[in-house]
């Protein structure tokens, strides 16, 4: 077996190491989430399910898009709402995060359509429409995430959770949203309004829910500004082995060299879990 290096390179290495770990943990909370899941044993199986339905090998023909809308809907529907909302919402400071949370959270299995070219919004508004699972969720979704009546321009107190848990419920669907691009978190169907005819106002109507619709906007910043304890805990215990890696550190009787190896591995290895 090499020889272990040195105690005194490996406390410089450690503090190296320190400032790089807790800064990629505090501003990827995409990842916070997904360790979060992943230790949650039920939203873990969820996910399982619906991984392996929606970005497992596709089967001939393309990807098997009813069997992924239902695992993806079973997820939001069953696994608990803080996590999974988590997933969903995470705010991304970087593209490779933002590009992750829309391959891997709102597959595109269940997001896009089997051509290359998105169709007419009116084309999943009205197989919406007609879905005995699709429609109510639908109208959930532009009841709690709409101006109050009496202001048109202003969203109904308190309403950002029951706006978030109706517009998760779209997941799945055959209006499934998802963010558009890497750099913002404007969100939208796999859909477009060029070609409508003469509904044309209603296909610009649908599609507006979700590109000018201020209250869903602030639903999700106002997610990200409180966000879940249950991750903030986890944050937290980050912090904490920070600490009692220093400590130990320092310590009167220092550590063998191996021994504070095997400790750098596990610090430099946590943001990649």
Request: some cysteine; charged content about 15%; hydrophobic content about 40%.
């Amino acid at each position: 077996m090499a020889q272990c290096v040195g105690p005194t390179i490996l406390l410089l290495l450690l503090l190296w190491l320190l400032p790089r770990w807790s800064s990629s943990a505090a501003q990827n909370r995409c990842v916070d989430a997904a360790e979060a899941c992943t230790a949650d044993t039920r939203c873990q199986r969820l996910r399982t399910e619906y991984v392996a339905q929606c970005l497992g090998p596709a089967p001939p023909g393309g990807c098997a898009r009813t069997r992924c809308r239902r695992a993806l809907r079973r997820f939001f529907a069953r696994g608990p709402p803080a996590l999974t909302h988590a997933l969903l919402f995470c705010p991304c400071g970087s593209p490779a995060c933002a590009e992750r949370r829309r391959q891997t959270f709102v597959p595109a299995c269940a997001f896009s359509g089997p051509g290359p070219a998105p169709p007419s919004c009116l084309a999943p508004l009205d197989a919406c429409e007609h879905s005995r699972v699709c429609r109510p969720r639908l109208l959930a979704f532009q009841a709690f995430c709409s101006p109050a009546p009496s202001s048109a321009d202003r969203c109904q107190p308190d309403q950002a959770p029951n706006c978030l848990r109706a517009y998760a419920g779209l997941m799945g669907t055959a209006v499934t949203p998802n963010y558009l691009d890497n750099v913002s978190a404007r969100v939208a169907p796999w859909c477009h309004c060029g070609v409508s005819g003469n509904r044309q106002e209603e296909c610009e109507a649908f599609r507006g829910l979700f590109t000018r619709n201020r209250c869903l906007d602030g639903a999700i910043q106002a997610f990200d500004s409180g966000w879940p304890p249950v991750l903030q805990d986890q944050l937290d215990s980050h912090q904490d082995l920070e600490h009692r890696l220093l400590q130990v550190s320092s310590a009167d009787g220092p550590l063998e060299g191996c021994s504070m190896f095997s400790m750098l591995l596990v610090l430099a290895l946590q943001p990649l879990l």
